[in-house]
Each structure stands twice: as structure tokens, then as C-alpha cells.
């Protein structure tokens, strides 16, 4: 595992006087010093996961190490409407050595953890879609195994590949499926967007065999926002507490084209910011990450805006 401060001149921007813009308002600290204070203020923390291994190992076309780098970098551009007292920081970002991703994903439960221990609200930045496995176990390291928390995953696919392959980035939610069994803990999974030409049968087969909600992305489209609403109402209902993970490659490449896998058919942002509106609202949403940003693919930074501007509503209203 490898750790980076986030140097401030990854955030450029217009500069003002009076903190206009989010790099104006954003200090770069080091996880290491601890000194992230626990403050009564709302707190909103940035955490990079430059982790390729898992979409290596996948077979995916990597690139998403330099993910956390490129959102940051479109969102310290955007402006700034949050409260005064609000803190917004960075603590840097986590890197895979070695190919030891496992140990990567380990070092992201334990940050995760830390981070939680604080009160704040950690945003993650991928990174492959593994990040998912190591946000979840710190999700659940600090709030104990028995609270039932809810995974929201917004993408073109399952990611509930087995791992007679290893661990990758196509297997996060097996993994967690797989220890919600050995702890005896039911296993909550609600992912939005999946497509028939993303997603091989044993996928679905396995989809079914852990009673995972899912809507298909034909279902998943502004048209039929009152049925989506209710299906999320339904979900939310049942848990303690919501981690969300945004899957950058469950978009339409005409708004993500900078992923591993692209989805010519995938699905648009003003379905899933008003999902995050009703989630934010629940106030059971704890920690979020956008993962699979993968900049060697991306246009006129399309992706990274993409993901800011998501980053950008969700930091606005929570
Ligand atoms: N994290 C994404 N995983 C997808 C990739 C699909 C693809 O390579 O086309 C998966 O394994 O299903
Ligand atoms: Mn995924
Ligand atoms: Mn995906």
C-alpha cells in the first residue's frame, strides 16, 4: 500500500476573495497527522483509491489509477455554496503496491473506519470498482456486523463475479455476499442500471440465489421515476444505514466515456441525481465513492465533470 498527500496545485481554478470556488474551500491534510479533529461542524472528506489491480486482473483497460486526480481536478474548479462552518477536506490518496490489492482494499477499511470514527462524511474517489469491498468492510468495521447496511450500487453490472478468478474489481459484492454468510448477516444489495448485454446469466443466476434487488436499466429512466422511487423508499426502509457506491461505467458513454468498460446504452444522470436526492433525504446515508474513472479514455474530461457535478450535488445537500 502506498499513501500520497494531495498536493494543492492539483486544485486550480479561478481564485477569489471570498472562497467562490471549491478549491478555495477545500484544505489538504495528511491522513498520518491525525489532525482531523472531531467537530460538531458537518464534515466532508475526499479520499483517493489510485488502485488499477483489481481492472487488471478483470481484464479491463486500466487507466483508473489516475482517477481520484482527474475528479479532483474538475471539482476545485466548481463554485463553492457551502456553509461557512462546513469543513471540506482532502486527505490524500491510497495505492496499490505490488499488485497487493487485497492489501490495499484492507488499508481503505481502516481509513474508512478512522474517518467514521470522526463523524465526517468520507467521499471516495476510484479507482476500480473493488474500492467497493474495502469501503464496505470499513463501513462495517465502525458500525459493528449485526447493523444492516444497505449497498446502493449504481451500475451496468453486477460485479458479483466469484473468485475462482482471484478478487478484482467484477467480484466486490460476491466478496461481501460471501462474508454476510459466514457471519450469518443478510446480505443487502440494491443495484440500479444492470443490462442484459453487460451482465452473463450465471451473474443474474447468482443475482437471483442472493436475493439481490435490482432494477434493469430499461425500468431505470426518468420515465418511470415514481417506480424507482418506491423500489429505493422500499430498500431504505429495511436498513440502519446506506452506503453508495457510484459506478461511473453504469452512465451512457455519451456522458462517461473515460471507463474500463463502456455502456453505449447506459443510463442518464438526472435519473440517479434524483435517487441521491430521495437517499440524502433518508438521512441514512453515511459514505459514498464514484468508482472507475479512467481518464486515458476520457473526452474533453466529460467523465471527470460528470463526476464532480455528482460530487458537487451530493456535498451540496447532504
Ligand atoms: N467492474 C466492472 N466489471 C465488469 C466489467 C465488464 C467488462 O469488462 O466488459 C464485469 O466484471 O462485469
Ligand atoms: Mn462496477
Ligand atoms: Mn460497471
Redesign the pocket.
Known sequence: MTYKKTSPEIYKGRSSKEQLYLHEKLICLDFQEEIIKKSPKKTIVLLGYACDE??KR???RTGTVSGPDAIRGALGKMPNHLSEGTRFLDVGTIGCLDGDLEATQTQLCHLVDQLLEKGVFPVLLGG??DIAYGHFNGIKKHRGPQKAIGIINFDA???L?DTTNGN???TPFYQIAQDCKKEGSEFRYFCLGIRQD??DPV?YKTAEELQVHYLERHHFQMHYLEHVQLRLIQFIEDVDCLYVTV?L?GFSTAYAPGV??PSAMGFSPDIVLECLKLIIDSRKLISIDFA?MNPAYDIDDRTAKLAASLIHFVIHRY
Do not use: I, K, Y
Request: proline share 0%.
Open positions: 483489481g481492472v478483470n481484464q479491463g476500480g470498482h453490472h453486477f460485479d463475479r478484482n474489481s467484477g453487460a451482465n451473474l459506478d461505467d474500463s468498460a472507475e
